[in-house]
């Protein structure tokens, strides 16, 4: 739970005043704490894109029709199947996942039906 403080009429005007620009201060100075920001910090989001991957989902007209829903970190992604697109990494990491999943799964229930067969 945040924390608020009452600000007095004191604080008040004192807040107000240390806002006022100096005369003669550049655009550059008159900046309150709030809104300071580097160069750096404006700059990183840029320098740190996310690496993407172009991924091609299977389509057919039965099981894999519709869009494949994915989520990575409380992000949500819509993946077109049937055509090339680009995504994060995380999310053609997840799908390779699954993909690697799905494939194990059907391989051991496969040696289980064999087993099941020969047992019989």
Request: glycine share 2%; proline share 6%.
């Amino acid at each position: 739970m945040a924390r608020t403080k009452t600000v007095t009429p004191e604080e008040d005007v004192n807040l107000k005043e240390a806002a006022v620009p100096e005369e003669g201060a550049t655009p550059e100075e008159t900046t309150t704490p709030e809104e300071t920001t580097t160069t750096e910090e404006a700059a990183a989001p840029e320098e740190q894109k996310e690496p993407t991957e172009k991924i091609f989902l299977f389509k057919d007209d039965s099981a894999y029709k519709d869009d494949l829903f994915v989520s990575v970190n409380g992000r949500n992604f819509q993946i077109q199947r049937g055509v090339e697109v680009e995504v994060p990494a995380c999310v053609a990491e997840v799908i390779r996942n699954s993909d690697r999943q799905k494939q194990l799964a059907e391989r051991r229930l496969e040696e289980l039906v064999e087993q099941y067969i020969k047992e019989r």
